[in-house]
């Protein structure tokens, strides 16, 4: 058993070297390119507004601190920018069963 565990350690340290030094940070930065865009489509106005949120920090989907709220901003913003694509989308609610929301968003993201 030990040595499965210092077998997936070595393994886990080879692929973070294989991948160079800035691979841990490289979520941050997606997160970050992710808010900019974001702001580039107004959602602070159009979307956190509507629902009386508060803007999104630059690492906030990069950890995991809160996943419930966590999924629920995210399922809003998916809403969001699937009706601001066009594509008509009821606004998902905090209590929704998420299955049924992943099921619905990704349904709706298939018919583009």
């Not at 940070?25 to 509507?50: I, N, T, W």
């Not at 989907?61 to 399922?75: D, H, K, S, V």
Request: glycine residues 4%; charged residues 25%.
């Amino acid at each position: 058993r030990f040595s499965k565990m210092v077998d997936r350690d070595r393994d886990e340290e080879g692929a973070t070297a294989e991948r160079g030094p800035g691979a841990a940070y490289h979520m941050f930065v997606l997160m970050e390119d992710l808010l900019d865009k974001l702001k580039l489509l107004s959602y602070e106005e159009e979307a956190l507004r509507r629902h009386n949120m508060r803007p999104l920090s630059r690492h906030y989907f990069a950890l995991p601190t809160n996943p419930g709220e966590q999924f629920f901003m995210f399922c809003m913003l998916a809403a969001w920018l699937i009706t601001k694509a066009g594509h008509p989308f009821e606004q998902p609610q905090e209590y929704d069963d998420p299955n049924a929301v992943i099921s619905n968003v990704l349904s709706q993201l298939r018919s583009f």
